[in-house]
């Protein structure tokens, strides 16, 4: 009773609607919260298969949506839906990275799927899942880390110290109370060519938490020079890895993503549902004992 109440208390915390068993990916052992049980035998054979036949787009998850035939498949960081007909779920055993393609013909990449009838958008919860990802694995030895009050809460920034939204993000970010931020510099160079000459800058500094604050928040030059070794090639491939876009973007520590710059309000409303949640768990688990 124990671990589903936990694992209820994860899937609220997401602001998740998804009501239905998630996989147990083999690729990210955080979507392990989500499962209650297992896939049904038919959707786990579908997503091995799939795993199997197109091992280079990291399918983490597949199953059949309320049509049949037709299943979700969170592909990578995003939600695509493919054909699955009754010839094809016969021949599971025989498709392979040759023959995939006659089996898994019909796809759809990107669009909504969406439920007239309910007026409810069936692809949004499953993009929330998509885009999460495991803080715990980020390497907080290449982020440059500030802590405001007594930590209750942790949030994961990407940045670039020249993006104007990334500035207007730390203008809100110093608002927050009782909050531990670790911050990525991730330059995107191609829009701001000598971002990671800055970013170098600040990581080079003295107190880079105090150089960058400076840089962002009171537009100080900054007067150290480039001269140590950055992890910012390190950022720069987990950024990647993670298929972060564009600049800001925050993870939550239930590894839910924001892509854009929150208000200090927005923030610490998704802080407050969170706090609810934790003290509804654990007055359950009180009662349970």
């Known amino acids: 009773m124990k671990k589903l109440l936990i694992t209820t208390f994860v899937s609220l915390a997401m602001n998740f ?8 990916s083999q690729n990210e052992p955080y ?3 989500f499962a209650q049980t297992q896939l049904s035998n038919k959707d786990q054979k579908v ?5 199997k036949a197109y091992p280079q787009n990291r399918i983490r998850l597949a199953r059949e949506t309320p049509v049949a035939g037709f299943y979700e498949v969170i592909l990578g960081e995003g939600v695509s839906y493919v054909f699955i007909n009754e010839e094809t779920l016969k021949n599971l055993d025989q498709i392979t990275e040759t023959n995939r393609d006659a089996y898994f013909r ?5 669009g909504v799927f969406y439920d007239m009838q309910k007026k409810t958008d069936l692809t949004a919860p ?10 715990t694995k980020f390497p907080l030895q290449n982020a440059i880390t500030r802590e405001k009050g007594e930590v209750q809460h942790t949030l994961y920034v ?3 110290p020249r993006c104007p939204f990334c500035k207007k993000l730390e203008t809100e970010l110093v608002k927050l109370k009782n909050v531990r931020i670790h911050t990525f510099l991730t330059p995107l160079t191609s829009l701001h060519p000598d971002a990671k000459e800055v970013s170098a800058r600040i990581l080079c500094s003295e107190n880079p938490a105090k150089a960058f604050e400076d840089f962002m928040l009171r537009g100080l030059k900054l007067k150290t020079e480039a001269k140590c070794a950055t992890p910012l090639t390190e950022n720069e491939k987990l950024m990647t890895k993670l298929a972060i876009k ?26 407050k549902q969170m706090d609810a949640l934790k003290e509804a768990l654990q007055k359950s688990l009180k009662e349970k004992e």
């Open 106 to 110: 019909h796809w759809i990449f990107g």
């Open 47 to 51: 997503l091995t298969v799939l795993q």
């Open 246 to 271: 564009g600049t800001p973007t925050l993870f939550f520590e239930n590894g839910e993503r924001v892509t854009g710059a929150m208000t200090a309000e927005a923030i610490e409303e998704k802080f």
């Open 17 to 24: 609607s998804i009501t239905d068993v998630l996989a147990q």
């Open 158 to 160: 990407f940045t670039d």
């Open 31 to 33: 979507a392990q919260t």
């Open 126 to 135: 499953m993009k929330t899942l998509a885009q999460m990802a495991d803080v």
